[in-house]
Nanobody, 111 residues
Framework: QVQLVESGGGLVQPGGSLRLSCAAS????????INWYRQAPGKERELVAT???????RYADSVKGRFTISRDNAKNTVYLQMNTLKPEDTAVYYC?????WGQGTQVTVSS
């Protein structure tokens, strides 16, 4: 069974940065497309960023130019670098690989 463990969330002021990590196990990591999602209170879960097995990236319009997704296949880990954070980025962030989801990590952007 695939296991995904996110980390790196926390409280940050507007304009600040965080880097989220998602470590995968029990999976041939390098062959999978990996996604980051987020879910804010009272809102539906939304796709934030995707990275394909070949390293092609895609982003939601709301985060383009501020977030960067990357992967390290040697470490079975995907990252989400989040810069210039805004209060509206506050959410629980999840990584997904295939049908497997991590437990999520809370990101709160507030002064």
């Amino acid at each position: 069974q695939v296991q995904l463990v996110e980390s790196g969330g926390g409280l940050v002021q507007p304009g600040g940065s965080l880097r989220l990590s998602c470590a995968a196990s029990r999976i041939i990591f390098r062959i999978y497309e990996i996604n980051w999602y987020r879910q804010a209170p009272g809102k539906e879960r939304e796709l934030v960023a995707t990275i394909t097995s070949g390293g092609i990236t895609r982003y939601a319009d709301s985060v383009k130019g501020r977030f960067t997704i990357s992967r390290d296949n040697a470490k079975n880990t995907v990252y989400l670098q989040m810069n210039t954070l805004k209060p509206e980025d506050t959410a629980v962030y999840y990584c997904r690989v295939g049908t497997a989801w991590g437990q999520g990590t809370q990101v709160t952007v507030s002064s």
